[in-house]
């Protein structure tokens, strides 16, 4: 069993920068995948970023290219989110969730653990 916990949610103002973490504990795989997701209120959830633990290939959706940055610190069994010139669209329940097969897939279904969510508020 996986147990995920993500912090550093908060309210920034426009332009500003967050990092989320996600820490995990419980059984992890090198060949896990977690990824980052999000949902709005009033819309679906949607894929963000995603990074395997070993290592390797990383994804990210259009809308995180070039502002957010994953990466992983595997001594402490975290992952990050790193956030940066945040906009008011990008306010939202941030999810980090741990995918057990190695490939990196952006659809939320396929994810088998999940955290409970940080809040992330952009005011304009």
């Known amino acids: 069993q996986v147990q995920l916990v993500e912090s550093g949610g908060g309210l920034v103002q426009a332009g500003g920068s967050l990092r989320l973490s996600c820490a995990a504990s419980?059984?992890?795989?090198?060949?896990?995948?977690t990824g980052w997701f999000r949902q709005a209120p009033g819309k679906e959830r949607e894929f963000v970023a995603a990074?395997?633990?070993?290592?390797?290939?990383?994804s990210y959706a259009d809308s995180a290219k070039g502002r957010f940055s994953i990466s992983r610190d595997n001594a402490k069994n975290t992952v990050y989110l790193q956030m940066n010139s945040l906009k008011p669209e990008d306010t939202a329940v941030y999810y980090c969730?741990?995918?057990?097969?190695?490939?990196?897939?952006?659809?939320?279904?396929?994810?088998?653990?999940w955290g409970q969510g940080t809040q992330v508020t952009v005011s304009s």
């Open positions: 990074c395997r633990w070993s290592g390797g290939p990383i």
């Open positions: 419980g059984r992890i795989s090198s060949y896990y995948v």
């Open positions: 969730a741990v995918d057990t097969s190695p490939f990196i897939r952006t659809n939320s279904d396929v994810y088998d653990h």
